[in-house]
């Protein structure tokens, strides 16, 4: 296979991650006789530093034109006035928004070498293998807002929208993945206030009984998932929520790995190219560091491979590598619990030693 692949390293550790994912990648590449064409574009505060536009219209039409983007993080202090005339945040809703890119997918594994690194209980977290789907292109943060006149200065409004067809598409896709796991679905919702989840859960119910009766399926209302993903997250196989919902608890899911630096996330669409990146943000505090933990976007590339290049056994590789060093003991500084650690670029060198044989 010829692949062309897009990355964007963006802002803080993002480029010291995604480098050791593009190393990863090339390798698994000429191991299975494939070749990646690897270009990367700007995006992210960088672009608005450079172009003065967080995603370039050059760097959309690359996107748009590969078999796949990498992303690394955007974002960062230098770029937060409220005031300014763009974000980096923008251009990250734009690229999804543009590419089609509605259903983000996270999976929340714990490896049992790292139990202890979690600040649950070995008991809780042991076992736990979520896969979240979350809405992306629709909810609060793409329906209109603004802010108006008030009488004590001003008043701001976000609007929560959701159509039938939006809701159906992702709920679907959260049908048919369960459907190959444990045949387990849970839908996260607020029907007792918001009339937009009475419309997600009129919706998932029909799909769910008329498409997919052989799934176990339930509803928890918002704020319930937020506890039990703490008590009793092993009671959870596929969940599929709406937007903020979703950006909210699988950030909150992530700690029961012990790190963010840990978890890669996907978000598909169709058509066009996924985009694949670390579930962390730029974390500017330790950027240039060295120490970022570059396992996250690695395992990021391995779920490039496959649901954007249907290269399973590419991506089985790369997480059987990553399984191995922890095993092995090998830690960055996020999951070393003060022990030894590595390098950003001695953990990427740690996996390509195992992929090596």
Known sequence: MHAKI???????????????????????????????AIER???????????????????????????????????????????????????????RKELGLFANLRPIKTYQPLLDSSPLKREIVEGVDILFFRELTGGLYFGESGRRPHPSGEQAYSTMIYSTEEIARIVRLSCQAAMK???????????????????WRQVSQEIVSKEFPE????????????????????????????????????????????SLGMLPSASLGTPGPGLYEPIHGSAPDIAGKGIANPLATILAGAMLLRHSLNLEEEARCIEAAVDRILIEGFRTKDIARGGASLSTNQMGDKVIEVIKG
């Open 181 to 199: 796991r444990r045949k387990k679905l849970t839908m996260v919702d607020k029907a007792n206030v918001l009339e937009v989840s009475r419309l």
């Open 41 to 95: 574009f700007p995006m992210g505060g960088c672009a608005i530093d450079s172009h003065g536009d967080p995603l370039p219209e050059h760097t959309l039409a690359a996107c748009k034109q590969a078999d796949a983007v990498l992303l690394g993080a955007v974002g960062g202090p230098k770029w937060d006035d409220p005031k300014a005339k763009t974000r980096p945040e923008v251009g990250l809703l734009k690229i």
């Open 6 to 36: 897009v990355a964007l390293p963006g802002d803080g550790i993002g480029p010291e991650v995604v480098v050791e994912a593009e190393r990863v990648l090339q390798l698994v590449a000429g191991k299975f006789g494939h070749t990646f």
């Open 215 to 258: 799934l176990t399926y339930d509803v928890v209302l918002v704020d319930s998932m937020a506890m039990h993903l703490l008590s009793r997250p092993r009671d959870f196989d596929v969940v599929v929520t709406e937007n903020m919902f979703g950006d909210i608890l699988t950030d909150e899911g992530s700690m029961l790995t012990g």
